[in-house]
């Protein structure tokens, strides 16, 4: 499948400040989903984003999709150690998806 | 989720031995899917299937098979296991017309 790439692949960040992780394909995307694995645990469905440009929040959480499709990125503001964990970008496509490496995000109490 | 279980969820196996994973759901979705994660690479697809009939390669299938026995249960088999195949192994499912998976607790299995 055509990969998406994700940067960082490790981020620290002491609590309170910000976070972004980037989500790259050299094709045009259909749509992006994001996930969060906590440590020990399994990925959850965060969002889905479809339209070019668009923006979708949720509480600390600003997911971007990119005008030209081919980017995304999640940035969550301000921090908490309920943060910590890796998020995973995934492309759609014919009901498969195929996910970036990740960002793991440590937060420094 | 609860919905979807997986068993076992700790498997140590020997290279050479068959091991089955099995994956159930209660969400009464169409779509299973069978993913690795490995260190550092992500997830990786090794199988999926649309329905009970169905069944598809993933990007990573060789060295496994799988099962669809029902519209609930989807098993992945390793027919002779070897050591690179340690890897903690999830199940998902996804309603028909929807991209959105749920994935099980997951499964870590070692290969010694």
């Known amino acids: 499948g055509q990969q998406v790439m994700q940067i960082p692949q490790y981020q620290h960040v002491q609590e309170g400040e910000d976070f972004t992780t980037y989500c790259n394909s050299s094709t045009t995307l259909s749509n992006i989903q994001w996930y969060k694995q906590r440590p020990g645990g399994h990925p959850v469905f965060l969002i889905q984003?479809?339209?070019?440009?668009e923006v979708k929040k949720q509480k600390r959480l600003t997911f971007q999709f990119g005008e030209a499709k081919k980017n995304s990125s999640l940035h969550i503001t301000a921090t908490q150690t309920t943060d910590v964990g890796t998020y995973f970008c995934?492309?759609?496509?014919?009901?498969?998806?195929?996910f970036g490496k990740g960002t793991k995000l440590s937060v420094i109490p | 989720d609860a919905d979807v279980t997986q068993t076992p969820r700790n498997r140590i196996t020997k290279t050479g031995k068959r091991i089955m994973l099995e994956c159930s759901q209660t969400k009464g979705h169409d779509r299973m899917y069978w993913y690795r994660q490995d260190p550092g690479l992500g997830l990786r697809l090794i199988y999926y299937s649309f329905d009970v009939k169905d069944i598809n390669k993933g990007e990573i299938s060789d060295g496994y098979s799988v099962s669809r026995q029902a519209q609930a249960k989807f098993s992945l088999s390793l027919e002779s296991a070897i050591p690179n195949q340690t890897a903690l192994y999830f199940c998902a499912t996804a309603a028909e017309y929807s991209n959105e998976q749920y994935f099980g607790p997951g499964t870590r299995l070692t290969v010694t």
């Open positions: 995934a492309r759609a496509g014919s009901y498969q998806l195929t």
């Open positions: 984003l479809v339209k070019s440009g």
